[in-house]
Each structure stands twice: as C-alpha cells, then as structure tokens.
C-alpha cells in the first residue's frame, strides 16, 4: 500500500521558516516527479512546487519563488520544501503528491497519483 506521510508543519511568525517532509512508503518514487500543493482557508487547492525524478529541475508558482525551495532524496524515498520568509498569506494545509510514469516536472494536479493527507501551516503576523 502506498502510503505518503507529511511532517514539519506548524505555527510560526511572519518571516520566519519551515520545513516540510514527505516520507513516502510502499514502493519506489525516485523515478518519478513529485510536487508540493496547498489548500489555503476558503480556497481550492493550488499547485505550489514541483521537482523532475533525478531533482536536477525545479518549478515554482510565482508567489513562492525566491523563498521557498522544494528538494528530494531519492535515497531516503522522501520529499522537502524548505519555506523561508514566510507570509500570512502561505497560512495553509500543504500536500505532498507524487506522479506516477512522469519524470519532469508537473504542475497540473490531475497528473499527479498519490498523496499525503496534508500538514497545516499556520503563519501569524
């Protein structure tokens, strides 16, 4: 059973940072591409960022780039995204997902087959 856990999340000041994890468990995921989305209060869940299999491409939406940074460790089968300079308005609960048979980066959620049951970051001012 596939299963994708994420951790990290939390309650932290404006400006401050986090780190998310997603360890995944129940097969393999280096060859593939894998991606960070969030669910923001009232709003539907939007794509923040993605990485290629082999890590060597990054993608971002654009109100996250220059802060956030998304990396994996095929060794340990598990996914980061590091969140500095952190805003009120990133306040959400962050998914990780991961496709299955795409090695690029992806941004678009119907293309991605697994995912995590979300962590919660709050981020006050």
């Known amino acids: 059973q596939v299963q994708l856990v994420e951790s990290g999340g939390g309650l932290v000041q404006a400006g401050g940072s986090l780190r998310l994890s997603c360890a995944a468990s129940?097969?393999?995921?280096?060859?593939?591409?894998m991606g960070w989305f969030r669910q923001r209060p009232g709003k539907e869940r939007e794509f923040v960022a993605s990485i290629s299999w082999d890590g060597a491409t990054t993608y971002y939406v654009d109100s996250v780039k220059g802060r956030f940074t998304i990396s994996r460790d095929n060794a340990k089968n598990t996914l980061y995204l590091q969140m500095n300079s952190l805003k009120p308005a990133d306040t959400a609960v962050y998914y990780c997902?991961?496709?299955?048979?795409?090695?690029?980066?992806?941004?678009?959620?119907?293309?991605?087959?697994?995912w995590g049951q979300g962590t919660q970051v709050t981020v006050s001012s």
């Open positions: 129940g097969r393999t995921f280096s060859t593939y591409a």
């Open positions: 997902a991961v496709t299955y048979g795409k090695i690029d980066v992806v941004t678009r959620q119907y293309d991605y087959t697994y």
